[in-house]
């Protein structure tokens, strides 16, 4: 990126509540059900039915705007924004426009060590539209086939202030958002299912300009790694036309996964306005502080706090404490083991190393895996009392991880128990040495390395099984008794 | 105030509204009547006056969140001018 | 006397005393129906078939409770499962909702039966039922006039004797107006009292349903069954409902009535005002204490009005779209396209018009200028009634400044036609309680007279209505229909 502009970010997110019903219909919010299953004369737009309000849908707008360190204002209402799409069944939609039901709020994100905040601007309760199932490429289908499912899933729209001066700090404020979010349990922030969703505001601007450059808004970014390359392309798009001079355009644009390219979504509608006014159907929200305190008091513990309990009760280091409290369910298991094991680093190291790669190289949450807390303790255990060595744990995890067995189950399946009976191992020693005479001279004569070869040696003899620390004994014993 | 034909076609558009070219003229003249008629507002002072956006005194009106059933689809779908797996069919949106 | 001339509680004691049979109330509102359709033409869907097998149903419980029996009438814009809900407009002339409102199906639970759906100004713009896509309805009274709108079919039905009482819906006098012009007693009743759900919105925070009668204990009995909390409206409140029927005592001794001077003015026809002073005087001789008061913005609410109602209407109307019901331009090649041909289509000019109106009171550069300050003018509206109440129980005015108007005479002059809800438009925007009742003919067309309430207070409206009707008898005389 060129040294002399600044690029200019800020979010818009959407996150879907976590509610069995819709925001103003009784319809499950179930995802994947079979097409227009989820739906009833309220939802799917019919004349003449009315909207009544989920309150747990307040609840949790509310809560997640404690966890964004939010002002809740006592009043707060619903506006209709008006705009025609086969999938908006009303031909508006129900949103907050002046007065929603959190603002001025903020996150701390870490860049490289350094704190930064970034300023929330507000959240608002909205409905969500249906789905629009193409055929191929909106811009080629014949024709659209709308499936209403999804309309009236309540959301929270979550806006930032235009804080953010790289893709990596864009990527910092929705992984920290995402895991307040989660960690607050007002929503299950899935990217690929769409229960989180992130269009990125990118403009770019001569350091030390004071003024916005043109503004673009990036939608359809399903992932961490597509934000941050669509900014990436899109602050690079502008820096260049600002060196060429060509002018840039305010538009909304879409980030194309398969092209790895920004490019222009053809205005759908000629001239944006949404013409918003108080939706009449529903009367005026006022929260009270006593509703405020209660939400508060029933706030989980947020990761920052959780953050600083790992480090002063269980003496992690920061590092340690941040990735284990990158999402409740990580926090959660690390918190089942401690408290069967009190080692609390050895767990950390397992799970930050063995688990985690695993996870990765499988895709996978946390949640998804077959470990449980319960088979790691068991296995650390294990270790301890050298029933296996820590190489044979690791074939024993990724065991646990794919098969769901205990770490008893699995050692006596594959007869993985470590060998410490020196009646066992001291005639295979013997066998060993006697039949490497030049070794031994090599050993005598004060080469190092003799010895790894003997130890070498015997764990392939024993499939690794044998006690490393009772071989070293033995075959030190061995060799010394040699004259 | 008197509305152009440029803002009658704007308007139009906004609304979804297909007009013929005597049809904006003749809304153009119909809609600037009326709004003549609305401009008689300004005789009144309104400042500092709070806009009644809700005439009821009550507020914080819910629902439980518990699951109901939805309507059959079939049902939501029979009034439905084309359909198809069970999905309202539209043409093409660009 | 046939029993479609008889009013609900004389069908009532009859049905009770075993003298008649629901199904023979039903034949006769049916073969009334057939006599006078062709000359009234309120009805859009008459469900003859259904009817009679309700009525028959009911007649072998054995025993009738309630409304058990009694036919009924519902504007086109009430939704009716399973039965076309119109709102006499092209774009829903195949809709059958898969829905009932909360008022028909309270109706229905009582044994009401349901004889056909009724004749209205398209989607409830309009005060003369012109605005009906299919026809114009036309007065009892004078078949070469109006029956006023947009309730005309519900209105003109029950002054017929087609059916003894009708449900409609009022956004600015569309219940009290043709039952003026009709020479009914009609009441809107106040904003939240009774649940809009199912009933298709024109202006959300101004509709309310209500009920069309021969006389005001109908009404008031109607109203007691139709009104009171729904949890599917939200604005449909949780209060007590109190015996309006127990309240009708013929009494007014004491009560202290207003009439505003700003309804007695320019434009008010001199014998419609001549006739509700007369009513003023008889309520002063009933004991009443009968003063003039000032509602001093008045004049600004129709103007405000026509910000408002639009400006909601047009999202209100935005479900129109060819997508899940209603029709559908099927020759579009695009989405944008089906969506302006569907609704170019399906909608009539005052839908169109006043969609556009509302757009543009929204749009931006617009919306301070026209739709907030209309919304501050209804606070001011409002607060001139909240002031009257503080020192008088009712408000008494003429319903319209006129009498019914001719077929075709106010075509195409929007502000003439839209004058017809002078008197009626700032009740809906203070969100009050008013009914219309009979007080006197002029050129042998019948007047209307309003009297509005505080708000939540039908009771007081009713035993108001009572006393004037128990001591006049300008709700016995009936137009001569089918005496040509
Ligand atoms: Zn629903």
Redesign the interface.
């Known amino acids: 990126m060129s040294p002399d502009y600044e690029i200019v970010i800020g979010l818009e997110v959407h996150a879907e509540l976590k509610t069995q019903t819709k925001i103003f219909c009784s319809c499950s919010t179930a995802f994947g059900a079979e097409p227009n299953t989820q739906t009833c004369p309220i939802c799917a737009g019919f004349p003449g039915a009315l909207p009544v309000l989920n309150r747990q849908v307040v609840d949790l707008a509310i809560r997640a705007g404690l966890a964004l360190h939010c002002e809740i204002p006592a009043m707060c209402k619903f506006d209709r924004k008006n705009y025609f799409y086969p999938d908006l069944p009303h031909g508006y939609q129900v949103s907050q426009f002046d007065f929603p039901v959190c603002k001025q709020g903020y996150l701390d994100i870490d860049i490289e060590g350094q704190k930064k905040r970034v300023g929330v601007t507000r959240a608002h309760m909205e409905e969500d539209a249906g789905k629009l199932v193409h055929q191929g490429d909106i811009t080629t289908t014949p024709f659209s086939l709308v499936d209403l499912n999804r309309s009236g899933v309540a959301l929270l729209e979550i806006v930032s202030e235009p804080d953010m001066r790289s893709a990596q700090e864009a990527r910092a404020y929705l992984e920290k958002l995402r895991s307040m979010l989660l960690f607050a349990g007002v929503s299950d922030c899935k990217m690929q299912e769409g229960s989180l969703r992130c269009d990125a505001n990118v403009s770019v601007r001569p350091f030390g300009q004071q003024e916005f450059g043109t503004r673009c808004e990036i939608k359809n970014l399903n992932s961490f790694r597509a934000l941050e390359r669509a900014i990436e392309y899109e602050a690079k798009r502008h820096m260049e036309a600002l060196e060429d001079g060509t002018e840039l355009f305010q538009e909304t644009r879409t980030w194309d996964e398969e092209k790895q390219m920004t490019r222009s979504m053809r205005s759908k509608e000629e001239a944006h306005d949404y013409r918003y006014f108080p939706e009449p159907d529903l009367p005026p929200l006022f929260i009270s502080r006593e509703w405020v305190d209660e939400v508060r008091a029933a706030l989980p513990e947020m990761p920052e706090q959780a953050q600083q309990r790992l480090m002063e009760v269980y003496g992690l280091p920061e590092y340690d404490a941040a990735l284990l409290t990158l999402t409740p369910e990580t926090l959660d298991f690390f918190d089942r083991c401690v408290q069967e094991y009190p080692d609390a680093k050895t767990i950390a190291n397992w799970m930050m190393g063995e688990f985690s790669r695993l996870l990765n190289q499988t895709n996978q949450e946390i949640g998804d895996s077959h470990l449980t807390p319960d088979h790691l303790v068991q296995m650390l255990r294990l270790v301890d009392d050298g029933t296996i060595s820590g190489k044979i744990a690791k074939t024993v995890l990724e065991d646990m991880f794919n098969s769901g067995q205990s770490p008893q189950e699995i050692i006596k399946a594959k007869g993985l128990v470590q060998i410490s009976d020196a009646d066992t191992l001291l005639p295979l020693i013997e066998d060993i040495v006697g039949a490497n005479p030049k070794v031994v001279e090599d050993y005598k004569s004060g080469k190092g390395k003799a010895m790894g070869f003997f130890v070498g040696q015997i764990m392939k003899a024993t499939k690794g099984q044998a006690n490393p620390a009772l071989v070293n004994e033995l075959l030190k014993k061995v060799l010394d008794s040699i004259q | 105030m008197a509305l152009t034909i440029k803002e009658v076609e704007h308007v139009a558009q906004l609304a979804r509204l297909k007009l013929t070219e005597e049809e904006k003229v003749k809304f153009a003249q119909q809609l600037s009547t009326v709004l003549d008629y609305a401009d008689t507002l300004n005789a009144i002072s309104t400042e500092g006056v709070e806009p009644l956006i809700h005439i009821l005194p009550i507020r914080n009106v819910f629902r439980e969140d518990q699951r109901k059933p939805s309507m059959e689809r079939e049902e939501i779908l029979a009034n439905a001018p084309l359909a198809e797996g069970f999905q309202y069919k539209v043409p093409k949106i660009m | 006397m046939e029993l479609y001339e008889l009013t609900v509680h004389e069908l009532q004691e009859l049905l009770a005393g075993g003298i008649t049979s629901s199904a023979e109330i039903v034949k006769s509102v049916l073969a009334r129906i057939d006599a006078v359709e062709d000359q009234v033409k309120s009805f859009i869907t008459v469900t003859r078939e259904q009817a009679l097998d309700k009525a028959r149903q009911v007649d072998a419980q054995g025993s009738y409770q309630g409304l058990a029996g009694i036919p009924m009438g519902l504007k086109d814009?009430i939704?009716t499962r399973g039965v076309k809900t119109t709102?006499a407009s092209r774009m829903?002339a195949?809709?059958?909702?898969?829905?009932e409102?909360t008022v028909s199906r309270r109706l229905d639970q009582q044994g009401s039966v349901l004889v056909g759906k009724l004749n209205m100004d398209e989607f409830a713009m309009g005060s003369s039922t012109e605005n009906s896509a299919f026809f114009a309805t036309r007065n009892p009274w004078d078949l070469t006039k109006v029956p006023g709108g947009s309730s005309g079919g519900s209105a003109a039905a029950v002054a017929a004797g087609q059916i003894p009482f009708s449900l409609g819906s009022d956004t600015g006098g569309s219940i009290r107006q043709p039952a003026a012009y009709c020479g009914v007693v009609g009441m809107k009743p106040t904003?939240?009292r009774v649940s809009?759900?199912?009933?298709?919105?024109y202006?959300?925070?101004l509709d309310q349903v209500g009920v069309l009668s021969k006389d005001v204990r109908d009404n008031a009995m109607i109203m007691q069954i139709i009104a009171g909390h729904d949890?599917?409206?939200?604005?449909c409140?949780d209060l007590a409902v109190p015996d309006y029927v127990a309240g009708l005592d013929g009494s007014v001794r004491g009560m202290r009535i207003a009439y505003p001077r700003e309804y007695f003015g320019v434009g008010v026809n001199e014998s419609v005002r001549d006739l509700v002073m007369q009513a003023l005087k008889k309520y002063q001789e009933l004991g009443a204490i009968v003063e003039e008061a000032s509602l001093p913005?008045s004049?600004?609410a129709?103007?405000?009005y026509?910000?408002l109602g639009p400006?909601?209407a047009?999202?209100?109307?935005?479900?129109?779209?060819?997508?899940?019901?209603?029709?559908?331009d099927?020759t579009?090649?695009?989405?944008?396209?089906?969506?302006?041909?569907t609704?170019?289509h399906g909608?009539g000019d005052e839908v169109?018009?006043r969609?556009?109106?509302g757009?543009?009171?929204?749009?931006?550069g617009y919306?301070d200028a026209?739709?907030?300050?209309?919304?501050?003018?209804?606070?001011?509206i409002?607060n001139d009634f909240t002031k009257v109440f503080n020192d008088y129980d009712i408000i008494i005015a003429p319903t319209t400044p006129t009498t019914a108007f001719g077929l075709g005479e106010q075509r195409g002059d929007?502000?003439t036609i839209?004058m017809n809800d002078v008197l009626t438009v700032p009740v809906n925007m203070?969100?009050l309680p008013g009914i219309s009742i009979p007080c006197g003919f002029t050129g042998g067309l019948p007047v209307g007279m309003q009297i509005i309430g505080k708000a939540f207070d039908e009771a007081t409206v009713y035993k108001a209505a009572y006393a004037f009707e128990q001591n006049t008898d300008f709700h016995t005389i009936k137009p001569q229909l089918g005496v040509r």
């Open positions: 814009n939704c709102c829903l195949d809709f059958i909702p898969p829905y409102s904003y939240g809009r759900w199912g009933v298709v919105a202006a959300s925070s949890p599917l409206d939200s604005n409140v913005h004049e600004y129709l103007p405000a026509y910000l400006a909601e047009s999202a209100n109307l935005a479900c129109f779209d060819g997508v899940r019901f209603g029709c559908r099927n579009a090649e695009n989405v944008v396209d089906m969506f302006s041909g609704r170019d909608f169109k018009r969609i556009m109106l757009t543009f009171a929204l749009s931006s919306y026209y739709y907030l300050n209309a919304l501050k003018v209804r606070r001011l409002a929007l502000l839209y203070a969100g």
